[in-house]
């Protein structure tokens, strides 16, 4: 019977997040005609695809109770490396290596912090924000790379007439749905973050599949960091500041829960959809910059308090301070 | 072979904290003593002027309002090269990290440590501006640049002139831009000083001046590069026609750039910066941005150390200097070029 609960909760929330991307989709159409084109609707896929390719790196370690501050600092930190590599040996296969191998690398370590020495990740990964930073700045003495010539295909070019962000966009979103819904890992991850006790005891080797989330955002984290340079056609050590809360944000709008065990790759999607949408209108728009900043605030407290608010619905008060804890 | 990884990755990760924290020592180990000298300091007579002393080796301290900004980090790689050219000098340079609280606190610790000058390139000038007081109180000299904080009796500023920057490029659009021109204007984060004066002289010296010219975008892209690039491909989206870009920085015209590249309908897009940055330079000399001012970074630092040392030896109490603020379009980017490539930053 809980578990029934359960489920139908999972689905009513899923049914939510599309009904709410649906209903401001067509507001923006009507709003403004602009936004229903084809280039402007591949625009906001372009300028997502970085931060939601973070999200779904996020997504999975929420998931499984962790979580990573240092996302945007390695992304520059990968990002820059990656560049300096292409510049340096003009192999674009090499170069994108490079980026993901940094991304992993550093990760890595935040699981070394995390799942061995059991540092909370909020700390852990907090640390190694500011160490990725200085290292990118360190390395690039502070200064934009410029001229990256072919590199540029990653976050410029297209297939088949369609964007490469796009299509990196659509295989990550392929790889976490198939790894949340169908390994092993993807399960264990559910079950960490449900309940670790319970996940230990029922003989699921926690660290090993902690370093393995960690490595898997890791690697998103680096490729990311690939598609923004290369988008921006610069090395950009001050690059994508603040990317980890973009990520969050569409995470948790999404339906991801940050006491653990909730959320779907398909969920974030939507999350980082309604942002970009919201994001696209307001500039289609017009609208101030101050206010934009209030209404993006708005929506994320929106989200939580329903998040909430779903809990509340489903069990009785008093248990509600207990799961929220 | 897990556990070995382990051990390695942790060991490295405490060489990085260890190495991390011995460039501060003396930060925090002074902590108690600054409370004494600071309260000594105030009550020391507020005119009471620097006085040069005759030294071998004067030790300077460079608090930088951040490294992590291009431009921040430009000027301070520029001061640490012109220090080595003086024997006399010994440069230490300081981050503030952007955030008032640390920068203040590097104040406290320089005059702590009884620096003979201390050049502030304050993050938001009132908020520095107490601090730099305390400077001169405790007889040290200080010099404030970029941007430089006004009105303190005593203390020496070397700068660029960020009204003049913008209105050098908004003079000349004033001849470009066609009658009837929409245009999109990109901004820096809101309250910096220079961001503000120079949104301030696009007004004066060319919106004002132009009514029939309508914004069609504006918004504040941060000095930042993706931001901008953001707002661009929204507002070719929302408007059949852009005539402009007024951009208070190169990093957010070149974005603009980034996104019309390819577009034919762009050909004729006018693009105003500042800063000079090299990919302006580039971009000048494809024809593709227009204009922009430069503000050198070499040019501050040979002023600053030049001033720096004209106090510290006694040759003068106070300098307040602008360096200058030269246009550069096609017809005179290859001079600058020329100066970038010699300096190693193209």
């Known amino acids: 019977m809980k578990q029934l609960g359960l489920k139908w909760q999972q689905f009513r929330k899923k049914y939510n997040i599309y009904l709410v991307l649906i209903v401001l989709f067509l507001i923006c159409s009507v709003i403004n005609p602009n936004f229903l084109s084809i280039t402007n609707l591949s625009n906001i896929s372009r300028q997502l695809a970085v931060t939601t390719i973070l999200a779904f790196g996020a997504t999975i370690l ?15 930190l990968s990002g820059v490396l990656s560049v300096s590599c292409y510049k340096s040996t003009e192999s674009l296969l090499l170069s994108f290596l490079v980026g993901v191998a940094v991304g992993i690398f550093c990760n890595l370590i935040n699981a070394v912090m995390v799942a061995s020495f059991h540092t909370p990740p909020f700390i852990a990964t907090l640390a190694m924000l500011t160490m990725a930073r200085g290292a990118a700045l ?36 392929i790889i976490t749905w198939y790894t949340l819904r169908h390994t092993r890992f993807g399960r264990s991850m559910y079950a960490i973050g449900g309940n670790e ?16 989330a960690y490595a898997i955002n890791g690697a998103f984290v680096g490729l990311s960091g690939v598609l923004f340079m290369s988008r921006v056609n610069a090395g950009l050590p001050n690059g994508a500041v603040n990317y980890e809360f973009q990520a969050l ?41 101050y206010v934009q900043q209030i209404v993006r605030g708005a929506i994320i407290a929106l989200a939580v308090i329903y998040d909430i608010g779903i809990k509340n619905h489903w069990k009785p008060l008093s248990k509600v301070s207990k799961a929220a804890s | ?37 600071a309260s000594q300091a105030s009550q020391a007579p507020a005119s009471q002027a620097p006085a040069a002393q005759a ?70 000038g009132e908020a520095q501006r107490p601090y730099v007081e305390k400077i001169l109180q405790a007889g040290i000299f200080a010099i404030t640049t970029n941007a430089r904080i006004d009105n303190i009796p005593g203390s020496s500023s070397v700068d660029a ?30 309250g910096n000083f220079h961001a503000d004066a120079r949104r301030e002289s696009w007004q004066k010296e060319f919106f004002d001046k132009r009514p029939d010219v309508t914004i069609v975008g504006e918004q504040i892209a941060n000095w930042n590069k993706d931001e901008a690039m953001k707002y661009m491909e929204d507002w070719v989206q929302s408007n059949d026609q852009i005539d402009a870009v007024i951009s208070m920085n190169d990093n957010m015209a070149a974005g603009a750039l980034e996104v019309v590249k390819d577009n034919p309908k762009f050909d004729n897009l006018l693009v105003y910066g500042v800063d000079g940055t090299a990919e302006a330079l580039l971009l000048i000399k494809e024809g593709r941005m227009t204009a922009t001012c430069m503000q050198s970074a070499y040019d501050l630092a040979t002023l600053l150390l030049d001033t720096a040392n004209k106090l510290l030896t006694g040759q003068e109490k106070e300098i307040n200097v602008d360096i200058d603020n030269p246009l550069i379009t096609k017809d005179n980017v290859d001079q600058y070029i020329e100066i970038l490539k010699k300096a190693g930053a193209l």
């Open chain 1, 62 to 76: 929420i998931i499984g109770g962790m979580l990573d501050l240092s996302a945007g600092s390695v992304l520059a």
């Open chain 1, 138 to 173: 360190l390395y690039t003495k502070g200064q934009n790379i410029l001229q990256l010539g072919n590199y540029v295909v990653f976050g410029q070019g297209s297939i088949f007439g369609i964007p490469t962000p796009i299509i990196f966009l659509v295989l990550i979103l």
């Open chain 1, 197 to 212: 006790e319970t996940a230990i005891a029922s003989g699921i080797s926690v660290k090993k599949m902690k370093y393995i």
């Open chain 1, 249 to 289: 944000t569409a995470a948790i709008i999404g339906g991801t829960s940050f006491s653990g065990g909730i959320g779907t790759a398909s969920g974030t999607l939507a999350g980082a959809f309604i942002v970009g949408f919201l994001d696209n209108i307001m500039n289609l728009a017009g609208v101030d910059s």
């Open chain 2, 1 to 37: 072979m897990k556990k070995c990884l382990a051990t390695i990755l942790a060991g490295i990760l405490v060489l990085a904290l260890v190495a991390g924290c011995s460039s501060t020592p003396q930060s925090s180990s002074k902590e108690p003593a600054k409370e004494s000298q």
């Open chain 2, 55 to 124: 030294k071998d080796t004067y030790r300077v301290a460079y608090i930088a309002r951040a490294q992590a900004d291009s431009f921040a980090a430009w000027l301070a790689n520029a001061i640490r090269d012109e220090a080595a050219k003086y024997d006399n000098i010994k440069l230490d340079v300081f981050d503030g990290e952007a955030n008032d609280e640390k920068e203040n606190s590097l104040i406290e610790n320089a005059i702590t440590n009884k620096y003979d000058l201390i050049i502030v390139q304050p993050n938001n």
């Open chain 2, 161 to 190: 002139n960020p009204y003049e920057q913008a209105a050098v490029n908004a003079r000349l659009a004033l001849e470009q831009i066609p009658q009837n021109a929409k245009v999109v204007v990109l901004n820096g984060p809101s």
